[in-house]
């Protein structure tokens, strides 16, 4: 067989990748049939694929490459670390210094008592420790029944079975026998699409107090935790209403819930804050962690828990764990990653730089004539499409044919924008500049002309 590299032709590469390679939320046959598209090398906010093409990466990967790509230092810690201590686990009374190192720093990071760390390799597993911590905490505080978890619809809290259970996405529920039982969904603060006349702060309101009613409803001696992203990301960056994580904390708080800030996304400046939790005034008591604790440059997730949950936890043993909690490699790149953060002052840098360049742009994508809102928190940012901004139409056309016209444009204009139904989202490596931003602009006005232009001459608006 010839060896596979990044010189063989892209038809190869794409025959062999049909042949071999299953793709994640994807029709694999399609796919197959097309061709994916090959991405060879990064650095800093750009891709090269393997026809050369040299891409903006307005999504940071999938929103985890906080640093950029390609950094020598974090090369050089990996390769220290690999030849220092490869792996070893932290199961059955061991521990190493990547892990402890990694724990204190996430500790001094993180707002509160949060100052307990739990690891994981994702997103999805570190939400499947939450589901079994907080039932476990509560059984511990003799309260077995308290089990239930509720979430919201559109909410996405990964691909597991607990995970995907969390989240609120419809067609993942319907493959696979999701949501696992003791899961509970409400409605999102999705106000531009489900807010009708309503002002956006009562309508923060009226979805908050779906927690309330929920939890009445079920008993709050039914109830282990509320799980919630301070910005919805996979669901379409969805900006909650003022309104909104206040009467959450406050419904918390009233009936004893255990509040669970999913800050996959938001964690590490993506918000112009360390975290997003701070951003919207929340206090929770666990905060899902991943993507940017690594900026993606090695699989690392957890659960950074308040001191009166850990200590309950502690009193027994919780019979949960990974092979790779911790791992030492994944760990001293999250450290590293980290120091960068830190020293660079890249969370001065979203909020004071970054955010106000890529905001006054962002927010005349608006003018455009197929946009209905743009919203832009630190560098998360979202427009809706739409046929008629003074309504908040939606199009005639299928959910979301739209916003692939748009996205499709968009890679062949060489920027990765995403789309989720007719919204298209943005989460850049924050380390990006203001020339870079400008770049970015200038290549999804062109993109949107270019799909306005398609949906028009395909009788969709
Ligand atoms: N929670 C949130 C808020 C996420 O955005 C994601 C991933 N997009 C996850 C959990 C799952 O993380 P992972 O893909 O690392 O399992």
Not at 139 to 146: S, W
Request: charged share 20%.
């Amino acid at each position: 067989m010839t060896m596979i590299t990044n010189h063989l032709p892209t038809a190869e590469l794409q025959a062999l990748d049909a042949a071999h390679h299953m793709h994640p939320f994807t029709a694999g046959n399609a796919l197959g049939a097309k061709g994916a598209r090959v991405i060879t090398r990064a650095q800093g906010v750009f891709l090269t694929d393997s026809e050369g093409n040299e891409i903006i990466d307005g999504m940071a990967g999938l929103w985890c490459v906080n640093i950029g790509y390609g950094r020598q230092e974090m090369a050089e810690v990996a390769a220290r670390q690999v030849k220092e201590l490869s792996y070893y686990n932290t199961f059955f009374q061991t521990t190493h210094v990547p892990a402890i190192a990694l724990a204190a720093k996430i500790a001094e990071l993180a707002p509160g008592d949060l100052n307990h760390v739990f690891y994981a390799c994702s997103g999805s597993e570190a939400n499947d420790t939450n589901i079994r911590m907080v039932r476990q905490y509560w059984a511990l505080k003799g309260k077995p029944e308290k089990h239930i978890l509720i979430s919201r619809r559109n909410g996405y809290h990964g691909s597991t079975m607990g995970g995907g259970s969390l989240g609120g996405m419809k067609p993942m529920h319907e493959q696979g026998g999701l949501p696992i039982p003791g899961i509970v969904h409400i409605g999102q603060p999705h106000w531009y699409a489900e807010g009708g006349d309503m002002t956006p702060e009562d309508f923060g309101l009226l979805r908050a107090r779906e927690l309330e009613a929920k939890i009445k409803e079920l008993g709050p001696e039914t109830v282990a935790a509320f799980i919630g992203e301070p910005i919805q990301g996979a669901g379409g960056v969805i900006v909650p209403p003022s309104t909104y994580w206040p009467e959450i904390q406050r419904i918390c708080d009233e009936y004893g819930i255990l509040l669970i800030a999913d800050e996959v996304i938001t964690g590490f400046g993506r918000t112009g804050n360390w975290f997003g939790s701070q951003t919207f005034g929340i206090r929770p008591h666990i905060v899902t962690i991943a993507k940017g604790l690594s900026s993606g440059y090695a699989p690392i997730g957890g659960s950074i828990v308040c001191d009166e949950v850990a200590e309950v936890i502690g009193r027994d043993e919780f019979n949960h764990g990974y092979t790779y909690s911790g791992h030492p490699l994944s760990a001293a790149l999250a450290l590293e990653n980290l120091r960068i953060l830190s020293e660079e002052k890249v969370v001065d840098h979203v909020r004071d730089v970054a955010h106000p360049h890529l905001a006054a742009k962002w927010a005349q994508l608006a003018d455009h004539p197929m946009v209905g809102e743009a919203r832009l928190v630190g560098l998360m940012g979202s427009i809706a499409l739409s046929p008629d901004k003074t309504r908040r139409a939606a199009f005639a056309a299928e959910e979301g044919t739209v916003g692939l016209i748009t996205r499709e444009r968009c890679f062949a204009n060489n920027l990765v924008m995403r789309h989720v139904g007719d919204r298209m989202i943005i989460a850049p490596p924050l380390v990006i500049t203001p020339a870079e931003i400008d770049l970015l602009i200038e290549r999804a006005w062109v993109s949107l002309d270019e799909a306005a232009a398609k949906v028009r001459a395909e009788g969709l608006w």
